[in-house]
């Protein structure tokens, strides 16, 4: 019994390490880091967060898509004076040469509907679909629920 939990601590402690450090590529495109912040029951939402960065020429991406929600739509925002507006978007441009970053208080993803409860340290597919580029199906670590990469504190 001690054995096995040994062996859970050291797989969950390498499950975290390996958390922070995935990424994945479709041609020109590469797709950094893809995680959700944890939800609990009483939240129907949540989001889900990357980096894209375009080695090639412009695109743009037209849309996502998982199981773990009823619908997941692109959306992005932003902050007018004190009130906070989220604005559903069509698709999200990523130009040639740039990285675009979808991460919380801005560009995101949006899951709607959630299906059950995102938990800290699970994981789930996530398909992307670029005008150019085509499909990439990406691993979406769950992390906690304060998770920020590369975000300013202070919104």
């Not at 849309?63 to 009823?70: E, G, I, R, T, Y």
């Not at 993803?109 to 580029?133: C, I, R, W, Y």
């Amino acid at each position: 019994m001690k054995l096995t939990s040994l062996l859970a601590t050291v797989a969950l402690s390498a499950a975290t390490v390996l958390s922070h450090a995935h990424s994945f590529q479709l041609g020109a495109i590469s797709i950094g880091h893809p995680y959700a912040r944890a939800t609990t029951a009483a939240q129907p939402t949540g989001g889900a967060y990357l980096t894209l960065t375009n080695k090639g020429a412009d695109d743009r991406l037209l849309s996502a898509s998982a199981d773990v929600a009823k619908s997941v739509e692109l959306h992005r925002m932003t902050m007018e004076g004190d009130v906070m507006h989220m604005r559903r978007l069509d698709a999200v441009d990523v130009p040639a040469g740039q990285t675009v970053e979808l991460k919380p208080g801005a560009l995101h993803v949006m899951l709607v509907g959630l299906k059950a409860p995102l938990q800290q340290g699970d994981h789930f597919p996530m398909t992307l679909k670029f005008e150019k580029a085509g499909e990439v199906t990406v691993q979406v670590n769950v992390e906690a629920a304060d998770a920020m990469h590369d975000m300013k504190h202070g919104m």
